[in-house]
């Protein structure tokens, strides 16, 4: 099932993010994970892409797998900066033999040897230029990605915004948010999407915080906002790393509640490929979901 068709029910979506792993031989591991991660009825699971030819493949299988395998809807996510068009159309055609129906169009993060190399020039420049040659390839529902605090790499927030407007007018049909902590800041950026003509559903990313070294890391990648009352938690529990990991999860939970009770398009979990903080977070939210929702969750 598409993902457009999904949200087009006006019921707020569930679903989760998992990553493969760098090497073939672990790819049972992430089916270990998600046998645990379908007894919590996700409407959908994204599969992010590996930044090498193994992991890159593997995306393309474990998206499938989810779908035929776990009788669960998938997304594949596919990244145009180190991508030739001529792998990109074999990459397209793999994912359409294997019928995969969703794909989450990026940019993706240019690695730093392409960035020292002068002569080194990408054959995609922009997500919206990757969703051009999607939408030639087939009936794909695609998802974009987009950032309530603005891009790392944009200039200010109004070219983000440009920048996101093109994407949607190129084709994108929906967007997930990179990860926030302040709810009112994704508040914000929708009425932002609203004054500058941007109609499609916004999916809302959310990242538990399970330990100091991952808020570190968040940090460094998206310089995203940290409201006082996430600080606290940190301040408090920084030397406890079982307490932090709790107060983490209990502030996911907070968030997604009150996104749900908001109204929001649908919740997507960046689950780190941790299945028992994820359950934890879905039993909490439990009542809220059904609550939103005229539908029991798919079983």
Known sequence: MKIRDMISKGEPTVSFE???PKSSYALETVFDTLTELKDLHPDFISVTYGAGGTAQSNTVEIASRIKKDFGIESIAHLTGCTSTKEGMKRTLASIKDSGIENILALR??????KLADKNWKPEYRYASELIDDIKAAGDFSIGAACYPEGHVDSINKVDDLKNLKRKMDHGADFMITQLFYDNDLFYQFKEKLELVGIEQPVIAGIL??????????????????????FLRILDRYAHDPASLQEAGI???????ID????GVDGVHIYTMNKPDATRRIMENISCVRKAVCRKEPQR
Request: include cysteine.
């Open 250 to 256: 209990a502030y996911a939970v907070d968030q997604i």
């Open 208 to 229: 538990p915080v399970l330990n100091i070294k991952q808020v570190k890391r968040i940090q460094e990648i998206s310089g995203c906002n940290l409201p006082p009352k």
């Open 259 to 262: 996104l749900l009770s908001s």
């Open 18 to 20: 998992i990553f493969p």
């Open 108 to 113: 993706g993060d240019i690695p730093q040897e």
